[in-house]
């Protein structure tokens, strides 16, 4: 409340211009908070009905007080429960494997090669269905099954996953890579 009667003042009573403020302010604590170290966090399983798949997530927050509310808990099975049903391969798209990130893109640039269009269209296409694929292998980019309208990397920091599918050879094992830190 009080930052925004801080804004309004800022901006001599402009509306418009106190809600460009706050979002420039909102934009600076979220980065701000980006930088903490997320060391606690919590472990979970889901196992579907049937028994037919499972789930072991690791979901990382700030502080061990955050990791024992029942919300954070009922997060975290929602997240396994999430993994069970979507299959993701990879955690964020820097985790893609090169090879797995080529052969994809090797096979898009193909399709759309056959089309016949000019190749400055065949890359937008690629790109189209590269994106497309991220939302398809990594969890991050995915759309929540609890809410469509939000990402998973905007609801929460997982740090690993481990996703088994009875009678199928291709169990998932994903880890996030730490981030390289810029100086």
């Known amino acids: ?10 901006s001599k009573g402009d509306m418009e211009q106190a809600i460009i403020i706050l979002r420039k302010r909102g934009a600076a604590v979220a980065q701000k908070k980006a930088t903490r170290v997320t060391s606690e966090g919590s472990v979970a399983s889901y196992i579907h009905a049937g028994g037919k798949i ?16 029942d919300d954070f808990k009922e997060l975290v099975h929602d997240i396994a429960m999430h993994i069970a049903a979507s299959d993701p391969k990879f955690v964020r ?10 052969r994809e ?3 898009y640039r193909a399709q ?14 690629v790109e189209g269905k590269m ?7 990594c969890l991050y980019e995915q759309p929540f099954i609890k809410d469509q309208t939000i990402s998973i990397a905007q609801l929460i ?14 169990e998932t094992f994903a880890i996030s890579k730490p981030e390289a830190k810029s100086e």
């Open 112 to 125: 759309a090669a056959s089309t016949g269009k000019p190749p400055q269209v065949v890359e937008k296409i």
């Open 131 to 137: 994106a497309k694929f991220y939302e398809e292998v």
């Open 105 to 107: 893109k090797d096979i």
């Open 93 to 102: 798209k820097e985790d893609v494997t090169p090879e797995a990130y080529e």
């Open 54 to 69: 499972g789930v072991l997530v690791e979901v990382n927050c700030e502080s061990d007080f955050v990791a024992r509310t």
């Open 157 to 170: 920091a997982v740090r690993r996953f481990a996703r088994f599918k009875v009678g199928d050879a291709g």
């Open 1 to 10: 409340m009080m930052d925004c009667k801080h804004a309004l003042t800022e």
